[in-house]
């Protein structure tokens, strides 16, 4: 089978690890991908709107949709117009992530356990509310920010102040909207399910860490590091979490007449009263992917066929490996902010020598050296018989790699570490 990845960043690098795997691959493509992904696949730069045309011209067997842009644009949409296989949402389904409105709103009908919200489309009206969620609040643009249209302020003037923004446009349109949360407490987690719009699976989880800097400090970005499996989601949160947030999610979808195909990457908050939704990711994460697809031991380009093909209730749910894995991003020196672009990159051969997986994220070939082009530029990934071994493992990889104007956290796994040493509950 021919496999088309669409994609260019650590997640695809992953994915096409993983693709590139499959006894039923007989060629993999991707667009645009990355210097890492072109060792697993032939790199083509494909308009979005030929994508279409390149799969039929190509006799495509599967399209595998990595970012969430693409799926909520309706990429899943045209292909299977024509036929063509597709991993991925409909973009009537996408908008799970695509609008964070949406999915309240659907959570409410639902009754799926989620903080209590509003929605608003000018700053006076979301200001006069601000009052009954308290502090700290949580203000959402509606739409996609690149993982940046979430701000938890402190104080109402730091409240006032993130409304402004948004509404002036910090996130483009999709500041348009905004949606206004009661703050939750509890510890994050990530769930992924795999589902073809009746028959859900359970995917594994993981936990990541947002803030940029040791300790959990300074502001968000599109994750450090990550962790899986999560053990603070145990068997039997897990079960409520299927019963109580996947299963009525995926059953509202399909009586609304928008089934959704693909996976579908939960993240919650275990608070006292149980698991919280947070929100809803309509693809893979980054850098979860990483850590999912370095335990996933089977044949990935079957099970997302499958998925694409309506059979999950066909085959034998997908096992993952006992071992963690862990994986710590090295990004670009002043990430969040606008990266230090064009930093030399070597040693990654010797990082990998003991086992270590290296995907590659940000990152270009200039004159046939390898260099940072992005953000966040590597994710170094091992696995090891508990999160502590997968740590150390990683940053004795970490350790290796020559980017001197990169940098990482040096404490990504640090809660699980803590579990496993028995120092917390």
């Not at 989620?114 to 959402?140: H, N, Q």
Request: hydrophobic fraction near 45%; aromatic fraction near 6%; proline fraction near 6%.
């Amino acid at each position: 089978m021919k496999v088309l990845l669409i994609g260019s960043g650590g997640r695809e690098h992953a994915l096409a690890w993983k693709l590139a795997q499959s006894p039923r691959l007989s060629k993999l493509f991707a667009s645009p991908g990355n210097p890492g992904i072109a060792a697993h696949a032939e790199l083509v730069d494909i308009a979005p709107d030929n994508i279409v045309g390149f799969a039929r011209e190509e006799n495509i067997g599967l399209v595998v949709i990595g970012p969430e842009q693409p799926l909520v644009d309706g990429l899943a949409d045209a292909l299977r117009a024509y036929g063509i296989l597709v991993f991925g949402p409909s973009a009537a389904a996408a908008r799970l992530e695509g609008s964070k409105g949406f999915t309240k709103d659907l959570c409410r009908r639902a009754g799926i356990p989620t903080a209590e919200y509003d929605r608003f489309r000018d700053a006076a009206a979301a200001k006069a509310a601000l009052p009954r969620f308290g502090l700290p609040v949580v203000i959402k643009a509606d739409g996609l920010a690149a993982g940046k249209g979430v701000v938890i302020p402190t104080t109402s003037a730091e409240a006032e102040a993130a409304i402004d923004e948004m509404f002036g446009g910090q996130f483009g349109t999709a500041g348009a909207e905004l949606v206004i949360e009661e703050f939750m407490t509890g510890e994050e987690a990530s769930f992924f399910a795999l589902t073809d719009g009746s028959t859900i699976v359970p995917f594994g989880s993981a936990q990541d860490h947002k803030r940029v800097g040791d300790g959990d400090t300074g502001p968000n970005t599109g994750g450090m590091g990550a962790y899986s499996p999560a053990s603070i989601l145990t068997p039997e949160i897990q079960t409520q979490v299927m019963d109580r947030i996947i299963r009525p999610t995926v059953d509202t979808m399909a009586a609304d007449g928008t089934p959704y195909s693909g996976v579908l990457y939960a993240g919650l908050m275990l608070t006292d009263d149980g698991p919280k939704l947070i929100e809803y990711n309509c693809r893979f994460g980054d850098p979860e992917t990483q850590v999912l697809m370095t335990r996933f031991n089977d044949d990935l380009v079957t099970l997302l066929a499958d998925v694409a093909e309506g059979r999950l209730g066909e085959i034998a749910p997908p096992v993952m490996a006992d071992r963690a894995a862990l994986t710590i991003v090295m990004a670009a020196d002043n990430y969040p902010g606008p990266p230090v672009k064009g930093g030399r990159i070597g040693g990654i051969d010797l990082a990998e020598r003991d086992g270590a997986r290296v995907f590659q994220a940000g990152t270009a070939m200039v004159e046939g050296q390898l260099v940072a082009a992005g953000g966040r530029v590597l994710a170094v990934t091992a696995t090891g018989d508990t999160v502590a071994d997968a740590q150390s493992r990683a940053y004795a990889a970490v350790a290796r790699i020559d980017f001197p104007t990169g940098f990482c956290r040096h404490d990504i796994g640090w809660r699980e570490v803590e579990r496993e040493a028995g120092r917390v509950a």
